[in-house]
């Protein structure tokens, strides 16, 4: 299975350990986590988090077999100097369905990265996947992810109230969905042809 996609001038690769200091890095910082539920982190945290799922895509890219979780490292096409990471995970008894994820560093925000790395999540779930659906959430705080998946077709489908407790306060969760078929067949192509190996 390929294992790197190149678009828009980022390179998406399948996460391998020598991204972990990377990913630690981003994930220590106050500013990246202030929306998240989780972190900063130590670096102990992010690898026993990371470390279990990128085990698991790399067993299956080994065996030839598609992996369950699809975890990718974000960097600049030209230099690869380290972006981000982005991600989608399978929705428990839902085969199609995947939730997505993804954290820039803060040096690369408010450059259009963010859109294209959920731009590529859509291509990757509905081209290479075949899936069905992406089910996406965020803290209502957060305008930049909110833009993000707005920009990229998803809709809010709706809110729970104070559904998550962090730092002494609660927050609002929004939660968006696109489907497949949300898409015309014009765009499903366009996407395609927007990343290539
Ligand atoms: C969310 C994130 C990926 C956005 O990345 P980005 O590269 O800055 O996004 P883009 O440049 O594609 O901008 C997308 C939109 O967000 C807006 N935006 C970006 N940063 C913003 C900020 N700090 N405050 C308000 N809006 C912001 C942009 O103006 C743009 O909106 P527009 O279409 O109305 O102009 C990035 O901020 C990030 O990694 N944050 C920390 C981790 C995180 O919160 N992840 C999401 C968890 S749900």
Not at 25 to 37: A, D, N
Not at 54 to 76: C, K, M, N, S
Not at 78 to 106: E, H, M, N, R, W
Not at 150 to 176: K, M, N, P, S, T
Request: charged share 20%; aromatic share 16%.
């Amino acid at each position: 299975m390929q294992q790197s996609w190149i678009g828009g001038g980022l390179r998406f690769s399948y996460c391998t350990e020598h991204d972990l200091p990377d990913i630690s890095r981003m994930l220590s910082k106050e500013s990246v986590c202030r929306w998240l539920f989780f972190g900063p982190n130590t670096n102990e945290a992010t690898r026993s988090y990371f470390l279990p799922l990128i085990e698991e895509v790399q067993a299956a890219l080994w065996e030839g077999r598609t992996p369950d979780h699809h975890v990718f490292t974000v960097r600049l096409e030209d230099t690869k100097d380290f972006v981000g990471q982005c991600a989608l995970f399978p929705v428990d008894f839902s085969p199609g369905s995947f939730l997505i994820g993804y954290q820039l560093d803060d040096i690369y925000w408010k450059r259009g990265y963010g859109t294209l790395a959920c731009t590529f999540l859509v291509y990757f779930a509905f081209t290479v996947l075949d899936g069905y659906r992406l089910n996406g959430d965020t803290v209502a705080g957060n305008t930049a992810s909110r833009r993000v998946m707005e920009r990229c077709g998803f809709v809010l489908e709706g809110i729970q109230r104070q559904y998550w407790h962090a730092r002494g306060g609660y927050y609002d969760r929004l939660i968006f969905g696109l489907l497949a078929s949300d898409l015309t067949p014009e765009r499903l192509s366009a996407l395609g042809e927007a990343f290539t190996e």
